[in-house]
């Protein structure tokens, strides 16, 4: 079973900046794609970002305008989700995901394509 721990969230004011982590175990972490996903309140859940499986291929949803940066280091079995120049409409949970299976040079933007889901951290934007 693999298991998914985010960290790094917290409240920020507009334009500053956070570093989310995610902690993956329970299966070989390089073998699978990974995405981070926020849902804010009362809105439906969304793709941020998404990475393959070595980190060579980045994707990110257009919202972010080169604000934030996805990374992975599989040596520590971890995903990052750097966050720069934060917006009160970035307020939200974000969760990690974890691809469904084998992902070879792929990465997936839509969440059906994940089978595996962190807790979420809380991310508070303040004006």
């Known amino acids: 079973q693999v298991q998914l721990v985010e960290s790094g969230g917290g409240l920020v004011q507009a334009g500053g900046s956070l570093r989310l982590s995610c902690a993956a175990s329970g299966r070989t972490f390089s073998s699978y794609a990974m995405g981070w996903f926020r849902q804010a309140p009362g809105k439906e859940r969304e793709f941020v970002a998404a990475i393959n499986r070595n980190g060579g291929t980045t994707s990110y949803a257009d919202f972010v305008e080169g604000r934030f940066t996805i990374s992975r280091d599989n040596a520590k079995n971890t995903v990052y989700l750097r966050m720069d120049t934060l917006k009160p409409e970035d307020t939200a949970v974000y969760y990690c995901?974890?691809?469904?299976?084998?992902?070879?040079?792929?990465?997936?933007?839509?969440?059906?394509?994940?089978?595996?889901w962190g807790q979420g951290t809380q991310v508070t934007v303040s004006l």
């Open positions: 995901a974890a691809a469904r299976a084998y992902s070879g040079s792929r990465y997936y933007t839509g969440d059906a394509e994940y089978a595996y």
